[in-house]
């Protein structure tokens, strides 16, 4: 990233707009750090479920986002993110399954 460290954030998920299959990741400022790599413990949380997410283990993401709950209560992407890992613990996705988020208007 060109702000380099100038700048806080955390990865949100990959979407896909409308007709493309590639996803791009979206991020959520933070906030500005001046140099600093100090970054919220929530925030690190966050992306470990994202991550543990994307790998299909999405028990271990739900053990993850109930330390960002507690962190931080209420955070809308870890909720969003919890209720995409309870539904595909519900119902498992195939074996071709790709971990964006496809956006089917424009």
Same mark, same amino acid.
């Given at each position: 990233?060109? +702000?380099?460290?100038?700048?806080?954030v #955390?990865? $949100?998920d990959?979407?896909a707009v @409308?007709?493309?299959?590639?996803?791009v990741r979206? @991020?959520? $400022?933070?906030?500005?750090?001046? *140099?600093?790599d100090?970054? =919220?413990?929530?925030?690190? /949380? @966050?992306?470990?479920?994202?991550?543990?997410y994307?790998?299909? #283990?999405?028990?271990?993401?739900?053990?993850?986002l109930?330390?960002?709950?507690?962190?931080? =209560?209420?955070?809308? =992407? +870890?909720?969003r993110? +919890?209720?995409?890992c309870? *539904?595909?613990? /519900?119902?498992?996705?195939?074996?071709?399954?790709?971990?964006v988020?496809? $956006?089917?208007?424009?």
């Amino acid at each position: 990233m060109a +702000a380099g460290d100038w700048i806080a954030v #955390r990865e $949100l998920d990959a979407v896909a707009v @409308y007709g493309r299959s590639e996803g791009v990741r979206i @991020y959520e $400022l933070i906030g500005l750090q001046a *140099g600093s790599d100090v970054v =919220p413990g929530w925030v690190a /949380a @966050y992306e470990e479920a994202l991550s543990l997410y994307r790998a299909g #283990r999405f028990e271990a993401a739900l053990e993850k986002l109930e330390v960002v709950e507690r962190l931080r =209560p209420g955070d809308g =992407p +870890a909720r969003r993110l +919890a209720t995409r890992c309870r *539904g595909l613990l /519900a119902e498992p996705p195939s074996s071709g399954w790709v971990p964006v988020t496809m $956006l089917d208007t424009k």
